[in-house]
């Protein structure tokens, strides 16, 4: 979805529109002189996208107050700026939380055009943010008694401009519904510069599957809350950490999908074979009473 905003008509008398997506994926600047029309444009712009984005408006010469009829502002006043202004402005903002948490389950047609909007927005974001990032994977089947058995695992070089800056393993269990992370590594000169990011995004894209961590260290903790919450905005998933003691008890999802090993097979047909000789009334092997 684009949403166009109508800010006026150029000579030619064709609307003028701009791009609300790209407008607020940068920066804008409005200078001019005294009475040039600064503050018609800005609020034509307001008046425009109040509908779409969420706005908080720092207005000392009040000159947007108006817009509060309209639109549904809280206007707090610099001069009443007291405790209980502010505590006026958190209950609203607790209510309108409790209303989207009420709705989760039904959510209303007419809110999903903005969140989708603003999932795109982030997702753009982050696929910007991965331009300079390649892997070079390998993967291969999982071997059995792992994890993931019979699922794949894999192992990819992460080079930033060419450069090997780090490493990543990663699988995904046979039912294809999870991608998890075994370890992570971003050589220390090259950490904080949102290649670790980066990585989990690529790794998103190109399998779409939600993300897991294994039991990862604790001073790991704020990159991962840090990536659940731009995942979470970007409308993907990055799901909390799986600790070890939790691996056995996930695995159970697809241990139908485990084939039977030579040596399971060889002992399951030794006993079958020996209880029908025993119902045969003849002599079975060593074992079989």
Known sequence: ??????????????AAAIDLEELLATRLLVQGNSGSGKSHLLRRLLEQSAPWVQQTIIDPEGDFVTLAERFGHLVIDAEDHTERSLQVAGE????????????????MEEFEPIRDFFQRRQAK???????????????QPAER????????KGV?????????VGYINFSINPLRDRLYIGMIKIESEHQRRGIGLSVLWQLWREHQLPIVPIQQYEASGPFWSAARRRFAEAGARLEEQLYICQL??????????????????SIREYWEWGAAEHAAGRPAGPGIP
Do not use: N, Y
């Not at 990819?156 to 090997?164: E, F, V």
């Open 248 to 265: 056995d008890d996930a695995k159970q999802r697809w241990q139908h999908l485990v084939p039977e090993s030579e040596v399971d097979r």
């Open 145 to 152: 008694d792992t994890f993931v058995f019979p699922g794949q």
């Open 1 to 14: 979805m684009t949403v166009a905003i109508e800010m006026g008509q150029t000579t030619a008398g064709a």
């Open 156 to 164: 990819a070089a992460i080079q930033c401009d060419g450069q090997r």
């Open 92 to 107: 609203r903002r607790l209510t309108v939380a409790q209303f989207q948490l009420s709705t989760e389950q039904e959510p």
């Open 125 to 139: 974001w982050l696929d910007a943010q991965t331009t300079t990032v390649q892997l070079l994977t390998e993967c």
